[in-house]
């Protein structure tokens, strides 16, 4: 069964598998854009993100996107200031400083924990009330 979509970038038609609605040839150009960008911040260090946008020719939504993706990371040096989207604590590159993701990482886990003995202690009730008489059972002849 094939998932045919339209390239939300050139609008060509392409066999749609998974991830972000975009054709074979759009990936290669915005991933050949990407090295670019990441070149050029690596050369120019102290460049905004309006300045590399303009530079690379490519838009501020996707060097932002790269950046919550953490593909783009910045240094301390850098104009570009990127915050915990929790906390508000200065951070390099993604959505959430280390302190936060470990957080909510242990609160997820805890949560699959707490699901899973749930569903055991479910299955163990089920499977006591299904247990027969012990005892013994005579055949009818």
Do not use: H
Request: charged content about 30%; hydrophobic content about 35%; some cysteine.
């Amino acid at each position: 069964m094939s998932n045919i979509r339209n390239c939300s970038r050139c609008g060509k038609m392409f066999n749609y598998v998974v991830g972000d609605v975009i054709c074979d040839n759009c990936k290669k150009e915005i991933e050949e854009k990407f090295q670019q960008v990441k070149k050029y911040i690596e050369e120019n260090p102290g460049s905004g993100i309006k300045q590399i946008a303009e530079q690379c020719e490519v838009s501020t939504k996707q060097l932002k996107k790269w950046i919550l993706e953490e593909r783009l990371v910045f240094s301390e040096a850098s104009p570009i200031q990127i915050t915990c989207e929790n906390c508000g604590t200065r951070i390099a590159t993604g959505r959430l400083c280390a302190k936060c993701k470990a957080t909510v990482t242990n609160a997820l886990n805890n949560t699959v924990k707490e699901r899973q003995q749930a569903l055991a202690a479910e299955i163990a009730k089920k499977q006591a009330a299904q247990k027969p008489n012990a005892g013994m059972k005579f055949l009818k002849t």
